[in-house]
Nanobody
Framework: VQLQASGGGRAQTGGSLRLSCAAS???????????MGWYRQAPGKQRELVAL???????NYADPVKGRFTISRDNSQNTVHLQMNTLKPEDMAVYYC??????????????WGQGTQVTVSS
């Protein structure tokens, strides 16, 4: 399983960016991706959950991004998107794609994509 993140970059405060994460080697299925989402890590801070989407379609958002960020998925592409609107300087961080994938025997494994930098300038 590999996760390929794309998007990110620089935006001004109040602007928008879109992140995408494409999974290869697995799909959203009972034996595949169970959860997929985004974490972020700012300098000097711990990595934190931003948003996730479950195989059944349920979503969760961190309180700081509720109402501004939207996570969605494209099952045909095994891709998850994170639309980030009304960006704030505190959103600036390295964003990491994450997936929990089911394997044989009921075991699940964690996978991480490479980080992508999001910079928000005031």
């Amino acid at each position: 399983v590999q996760l390929q993140a794309s998007g990110g970059g620089r935006a001004q405060t109040g602007g928008s960016l879109r992140l995408s994460c494409a999974a290869s080697g697995t799909t959203f299925s009972p034996q595949g991706i169970q959860v997929m989402g985004w974490y972020r890590q700012a300098p000097g801070k711990q990595r934190e959950l931003v948003a996730l989407i479950r195989r059944g379609g349920n979503t969760n958002y961190a309180d700081p991004v509720k109402g501004r960020f939207t996570i969605s998925r494209d099952n045909s592409q095994n891709t998850v998107h994170l639309q980030m609107n009304t960006l704030k300087p505190e959103d600036m961080a390295v964003y990491y794609c994450h997936a929990i994938v089911g394997v044989e025997g009921g075991v699940v494994e964690d996978y991480w994509g490479q980080g992508t930098q999001v910079t928000v300038s005031s």
